[in-house]
C-alpha cells in the first residue's frame, strides 16, 4: 500500500498565498501537516450508453438542451480510466435503455459489510432502477435488504468512520435514516438538505478521509454550509471543527460530488478552489471533466458506488 507524505505546508502556503486570501477557512498556519494514505476501493460504475436528458427531477436537467452520448461516454471513460490508474477496482452494471439516470451509480443503494440497502426512488422515472441494481447485488455475492422506505443510496447516505451521514429534504426519506441505523448498527446522523440544486447529500458533502473514526483529524469531510440547516450546520461544526468549508462557486460545478481514498481525490477540474484547499491539507486532487453528466445533475461521486465487502 503506497504511503504518502505531506507535502511542505510552508511552502505551499507561499506558493498559494493568493487562493489562501481568497478563502475563508484556510489557515496555513494553525494547519496540522498528516500523513495522507491512499487504500484501494472497489467502485461500482454504469456506463453511459443511453445517457440523455428527457425529464427534469432536479434543477441541473433540462430536455431542451440537447446532449451528447458520445461526449458523455468519452468523460466517463475518463472517469474510470484514473480510478484504475489509482489502483482501484471497477465493477460494472450494463445501463438499461429508457433508464438515462441509470448511470449515477451512488444513487442504486448503499453498501457496507457486504449488506446492499436498496434504493426506492422518490421520482417515478428512477423508480425501475431500484430493482435492477438490487439484481446487480444479489448476482454479485451481496445480501440484499429490500427498502422500506424512499431513499436514494449513496447519494443521500455516506459513511465516515462508525458514523453514517444522511441526507433529507428532496430525496430519501428521514425513515429511511432509521432502517439504516437498524441494518447496519451504526450511528445515524439526519442532515437537512435546504437548497434544491444541492438536493443528494453528496453534493452537499465530500467525504475526505472515511476511515477517520472517532477522533477526526483535519479535514475529514468537505461542505457547503448553506446547503443545510442551521440545526445541521451545527452539527456539522460541532463534530467536524476543522472541515473544509468550500466556496459557492465550486459546489456549484459540483466540486464536492468527488471521491477520495484517503490521499487522492477526484474531483471536477472546474473546481479550482476546492482543489487548493485539498491541496493545503495534505491531499492529492486530481481534476476531471464530467460536463456532459453535470446536465444530469452529477458528477464523479454520482457516477461512483461504492462496494464495501
Ligand atoms: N438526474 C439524477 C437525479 O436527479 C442525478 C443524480 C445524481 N446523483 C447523485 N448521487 N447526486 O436523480
Redesign the pocket.
Known amino acids: 500500500m503506497p504511503t504518502h507524505t505531506t507535502p511542505d505546508l510552508a511552502a505551499a502556503a507561499g506558493t498559494t498565498v493568493a487562493d489562501s486570501a481568497a478563502i475563508p477557512n484556510v489557515n496555513a498556519d494553525t494547519v496540522t501537516p498528516f500523513v495522507r494514505q491512499a487504500t484501494p476501493h472497489t467502485y461500482l460504475m454504469c456506463r453511459p450508453d443511453y445517457f440523455t436528458?428527457t425529464y427534469k427531477?432536479?434543477p441541473?436537467?433540462d430536455p431542451a438542451i440537447p446532449t451528447d452520448t458520445a461526449k458523455a461516454l468519452a468523460q466517463w471513460q475518463s472517469l474510470y480510466d484514473t480510478y484504475i490508474a489509482l489502483g482501484h477496482t471497477v465493477e460494472l452494471i450494463d445501463q438499461i435503455d429508457g433508464l438515462?439516470?441509470m448511470v449515477?451509480s451512488?444513487?442504486g443503494g448503499f453498501v457496507i459489510d457486504n449488506i446492499a440497502y436498496g434504493a426506492s426512488?422518490?421520482?417515478a422515472?428512477?423508480q425501475a432502477e431500484g430493482p435492477a441494481y438490487m439484481r446487480w447485488f444479489a448476482d454479485h455475492g451481496f445480501r440484499v435488504v429490500e427498502p422500506e422506505n424512499v431513499n436514494?443510496?449513496?447519494?443521500?447516505f455516506m459513511l465516515v468512520g462508525d458514523t453514517i451521514l444522511a441526507g433529507t429534504g428532496f430525496?430519501s426519506a428521514s425513515n429511511s435514516h432509521e432502517e439504516v441505523a437498524r441494518i447496519y448498527g451504526r450511528e445515524v446522523v439526519t442532515l437537512n438538505l435546504v437548497n434544491p440544486n444541492f438536493?443528494?447529500?453528496?453534493?452537499a458533502i465530500a467525504v475526505l478521509n472515511e476511515s477517520a473514526g472517532q477522533a477526526p483529524d483535519a479535514a475529514t469531510i468537505a461542505y457547503l454550509p448553506s446547503a443545510f440547516d442551521a440545526a445541521s450546520r451545527a452539527e456539522l461544526e460541532r463534530r467536524y471543527p476543522d472541515a473544509i468549508l468550500v466556496s459557492e462557486a465550486d459546489a456549484a460545478v459540483?466540486g464536492l460530488?468527488s471521491i477520495s481514498d484517503g490521499y487522492n481525490v477526484v474531483i471536477a477540474a472546474r473546481a479550482v478552489g476546492f482543489e487548493a484547499q485539498l491541496r493545503e491539507r495534505g491531499y492529492n486532487p486530481i481534476g476531471v471533466d464530467l460536463s456532459e453528466l453535470l446536465l444530469?445533475?452529477?458528477?464523479v461521486?454520482?457516477?461512483t458506488l461504492e462496494l464495501r465487502r
Open positions: 436528458v427531477i432536479n441541473w436537467m438515462p439516470d449515477y451512488a444513487n426512488f422518490t421520482h422515472e428512477r436514494e443510496g449513496e447519494g443521500d430525496r438536493y443528494h447529500l453528496d453534493t459540483l460530488n444530469g445533475g452529477g458528477g461521486k454520482c457516477c
